[in-house]
């Protein structure tokens, strides 16, 4: 009865702020939860849970050593926590840039989209029935400028027949990734962070475990194209999915570059128009 009374008061006594305060803090635990869902972190999680949940059990029942254990490694703990998920932390706080202050570097100009994604898999058909090599970087939201400095630029417009002739065997630029910046290749011959996951497949080259490690980092959608095989696969957000055909590879890949010309404008745009509008006021 006293626990409701609690409730009840609190309740009672909660302002607009309050609200606020926990809606904030219940999505920032949302957001942080589904980011680190499916990855190693998991288990890690559901082991912390179990550590956080026999805190008052041990004290209910009176398991004086228990108790003392985790209680007094728990301040330690919080520091052994930050070092373990360094990487999904890293992440998320790459997301929340991402989604609010984040500079586009996407296409939005959905003609242009649309002939950008055909010259890329023209060039991705022709060079896996040819199975040459290739590793193709489409950059999203967050900027691959340091990637782009680890290879030559280029700032040429996107096309078939330069994909083709930058991945052509023994040619200074083909064993590495390009990077394509709206409707212009940025740079090839770049060198990508190799993925930290243990648990994929040994089968996967090292193009694949690149496209996995910047995916990990970025928004960055990957395609490559295996050069034993000539299999294409695209990878995106940590997420391989291999065989695509011609007509599923455009279809999925104007399906995601699509979503960003739709999604809602980001508040360092709003602030850059509101500055645009109060010069013209003033002037």
């Keep these: 009865m006293e626990t409701i009374n609690i409730i009840m008061n609190t309740v009672k006594n909660m302002t607009i702020s309050s609200v606020v305060d926990i809606l904030i803090v219940a999505y920032l635990i949302y957001r942080a939860y589904k980011l680190i869902l499916e990855t190693r972190a998991e288990l890690l999680l559901r082991g912390i849970v179990l550590i956080l949940l026999l805190i008052p059990i041990s004290y209910i029942f009176n398991l004086t050593m228990v108790y003392t254990i985790i209680s007094r490694t728990i301040t330690i703990g919080l520091l052994t926590l930050v070092i373990i998920f360094q990487p999904e932390i890293r992440r998320i706080l790459e997301h929340l840039g991402r989604s609010a202050f984040s500079e586009r570097r996407v296409l ?26 290739a590793l193709i970087v489409m950059e999203q939201d967050t900027g691959l400028e340091d990637i782009n400095e680890t290879g030559t630029k280029i700032d040429a417009v996107v096309s078939t027949a330069l994909l083709e002739n930058i991945f052509v065997a023994n040619t200074p630029l083909h ?4 990077v394509i910046r709206g409707d212009r290749i940025a740079a090839s011959g770049c060198v990508l962070p190799l993925t930290t996951n243990k648990d994929i497949s040994k089968s996967l080259g090292t193009r694949h475990r690149a496209a996995l490690g910047l995916s990990e980092v970025s928004d960055a959608v990957v395609l490559i194209v295996s050069e034993e095989t ?5 990878v995106l ?26 999604k809602k404008i980001t508040w360092k745009e709003r602030v850059d128009q509101w500055l645009v509008k109060k010069d013209r006021t003033s002037s």
Excluded at 237 to 262: A, F, H, P, Q, T
């Design 108 to 133: 939005r100009d959905s003609d242009v989209l649309l002939k950008v994604v055909h010259e890329i898999v023209e060039a991705m058909d022709h060079m896996s029935q040819s199975k040459t090599g």
């Design 175 to 178: 064993d590495g990734a390009t």
């Design 230 to 234: 000539g299999t294409v696969s695209l």
């Design 237 to 262: 957000n940590g997420k391989l999915v291999r065989n695509y055909d011609k007509e599923r590879l455009e279809k999925i890949l104007v399906k995601i570059l699509s979503s960003k010309i739709k």
